[in-house]
């Protein structure tokens, strides 16, 4: 089977690391996004696409979901006792080194998409990890702070230094318009079986990589599922909330369904606290979502596939899904063979 994958960072991450056990022989492609990257000391930063690596690769620090484990800090401090910044957002000595890889090569000429796959090369993450596009993109807040006026900042100082807390007038990804997918991207989302949605942030990940012209309107052809990172009205973690206030939409797993909206999304995955939830054209369905551990995690990326599957033969002509969901009728001689092998 033929999956591709969204992502954003922690919750992306964990996400598909449950997908991968629940779908060990699943040929996955993940599409990460970059809007969330930055240059900090002369290196630039690709915060989402190495919490993907890291997490996939085992080098993940577990209790913050970002990060590497084991890491210390001390060209941070000495970075400090010169009184360079900014100091707000924490790299660690392990993890300089992989920005510091990833900035030769860029200056070096080779695109993004290349660095990504060098650097997965030493982390063997076991999908295919591939940025939105090698173009640059960068999301930017507009907010008005009351002792700097009026402003557009970049959403890392948003996110990190200010914590969300000046609310957000605006939220652009600049530079998305004019980006073309990174090789690769499109024929992915072609060849894929289905689409998952992990529940990443659906503004500022999921939404900047649906930004990138000829990326939404592939994914939209495809089977998509989606799994909600609101839980009753709540995000399950980071200020998700925040963004989708600056964009007018409700914090709540109906309204980030509609959000999306039925021409993109097939299936919708909500938590049992929000079984009530409908969405016009989408086919939602409840069951726990806290990723609380692996095995739960797994059993929440399997539920999506089920999901998916199911749907995938309905669409097919005489398709009919089997009580798991996973059955096709749709073959020639009526066997339902789809050539899934997860």
């Not at 992306?12 to 969330?36: C, K, M, S, Y």
């Not at 600056?246 to 097939?266: C, N, Q, S």
């Not at 919708?268 to 409840?286: F, K, N, Q």
């Not at 009728?329 to 066997?335: A, F, I």
Request: glycine fraction near 14%; include cysteine.
């Amino acid at each position: 089977m033929r999956i591709v994958a969204l992502a954003g960072g922690i919750g992306g991450a964990r996400f598909l690391r449950g997908l991968q056990a629940a779908a060990p022989e699943a040929e996955i492609t993940v599409i990460g996004n970059t809007g969330d990257d930055i240059s900090l000391f002369g290196l630039r930063v690709c915060p989402d696409l190495d919490t993907v690596m890291y997490t996939l690769g085992g080098g993940i620090n577990e209790e913050q979901g970002w990060g590497r484990t084991g890491e210390t800090f001390a060209v941070k401090e000495e970075l400090g006792a010169y009184g360079v910044g900014p100091d707000w957002f924490g790299l660690g000595d392990r993890d300089f080194a992989t920005h510091i890889v990833r900035t030769q090569m860029l200056a070096a000429g080779y695109p993004l998409s290349a660095v990504t796959a060098a650097l997965c090369d030493r982390w063997k993450p076991g999908v295919r990890l591939i940025p939105m596009t090698d173009d640059q993109v960068e999301t930017h807040v507009v907010v008005d702070e009351p002792e700097r006026g009026r402003r557009a900042i970049h959403f890392q100082e948003w996110w990190v230094r200010m914590r969300a807390s000046v609310p957000a007038e605006s939220i652009s990804a600049v530079g998305a318009a004019d980006a073309s997918p990174a090789p690769g991207v499109l024929a992915a989302i072609e060849a894929a079986d289905v689409v998952l949605l992990p529940p990443s942030n659906p503004v500022v990940s999921i939404g900047t990589i649906l930004a990138v012209p000829g990326i939404r309107a592939a994914v939209a052809a495809k089977t998509v599922v989606g799994v909600s990172p609101i839980i009753g009205g709540a995000p399950v973690r980071g200020m998700a909330d925040a963004c989708l206030t600056a964009i007018g939409v409700e914090t709540g797993a109906r309204a980030v369904a509609e959000h999306y909206g039925p021409g993109l999304l097939d299936g919708w995955l909500v938590d049992e606290a929000d079984a009530g939830v409908r969405a016009e054209g989408i086919e939602v369905r409840s069951r726990p979502l806290l990723m609380s551990d692996p095995d739960a995690t797994a059993a929440i990326a399997a539920a999506a596939l089920d999901l998916a599957r199911e749907l995938a033969a309905r669409d097919r002509p005489g398709g009919t899904a089997g009580p798991d969901g996973t059955a096709d009728t749709g073959g020639p001689d009526g066997t339902g063979d789809t050539g899934d092998t997860a």
